[in-house]
């Protein structure tokens, strides 16, 4: 069993993995070390993770299951713990936010931790002759919607397409799972008396008849909102949201074609098309981590409802921290990342709601009400990485939706003098 020793996180390989473990009696969150001849589990607390050596997993599937079949098969009482795949370089800030999220969620939100656990039924499926890789959601992470073998190959060669060009596009599998194509792809269409070129984003859909039929989502010059959308009419808000950054922001009510029933949904526009992507809000999934940081569950109420949420000490490959604005992407089937161009189209309106939460606590109502008018918050009993208490001051800047923390008041007597300026103002009208 490799492992490698956390001393210098900056030379870790960035695509080797590694274990989390929950201890289901005692609740505690710890970082695999390995196995001892009795089958007993050897773990790190991750905050003490710097000098200790860990369990490192070459993250291609074949050598992660490989190597997680026979650690599980010789754990002594397996079904004592839940094991969970992270990036190295990350494990031990995700292992001190998976924590949190256990100590402070609810019994349903804990239960919640299902979908990211390692199945070894999974595993073993995989190592089948056959099988497939499945991720802790019991997702196929290779799988194939659709075989090569039931594309209609000729009818794509009317269109200058072929197996072979699609694969040079790196477009291929996309299809083959059953996505679009993530960039444009020129066809060529010949209908004898009528020739010409188009670009599109291009997808498989079978048919009623069990056959695969290719389907074309051409460049539109920009959405038609004139039209009501499955039964729904946007508003000049809806509008600007869908134009700027791709993501109407909420959850809204359209009318299925066929049954007529109302079902909530959200709503995107595909940025290389313009053509507009709903999927049903039952179908959303969060995930429970989202580099390094997990989120607590008004956090992931907030981006089920597609509404754009600011996180703060996100750990990218490099290993370093980093703050951005997340949202849920009707069109990716995913939370992306928001540009900071695209933070600011957004505006002061998305982000005029103030987190209820900071750093792990909960604001009270005084603190809610001074922040949401601009001024500053006296904040205690936080606690850092360590266990230590600490306090300090807080404001929230609507303009990015983001919240400004310091040790002392830098900000005292700006608001004194905003004030004052806003009744200059009002005695010379």
Known sequence: MDTVTNEQPDIIKKKADTLLVLHHETGTVGIVQGLGEDGELYTVDPRELNNAEIVSIDSNENSFAEFYAGFYHQLKEPEEFSFFKVREYEAGQTALH????????????????????????????????????????????????????????KMMEKLGLSKEILQELGVLESMLKGYKTDKLVPVHIDLGTVKGSIEARLSLRGNDFGEVELMFHPVRTMPDFSIPFFGYTFSEEDKRNLMGNGNMGRVVDLVHRITGEKVPSLISRDRLTNELIQVKAEFVR?????????????????????????????LSARGTLFNAAVQYNADKRYVEFLLDKNVRRLGVEDFRQVPEVFRGKNLRKWQMEKLKVGEVAYVDGLVDKNGKRYQGYLRFEKKVGKFEFSFKNVWKGEWKQELGKSRKRGRGM
């Open 98 to 153: 998976l924590q949190k999220y256990i100590n402070d969620s609810s019994d349903e939100g804990r239960r919640e931790l299902k979908e990211y656990e390692i199945s070894i039924e999974s595993v073993e499926a995989y190592r089948r002759p056959g099988g497939e890789m499945k991720d802790q959601r019991g997702e196929a992470s290779n799988n194939y919607l659709y075989k090569p073998e039931q594309v209609n190959w």
């Open 286 to 314: 969060i995930p429970l981590v989202i580099k390094g940081v997990t989120l607590d569950e008004q956090q992931r109420k907030v981006l089920r409802e597609g509404k754009p949420l600011y996180l703060e000490n996100m």
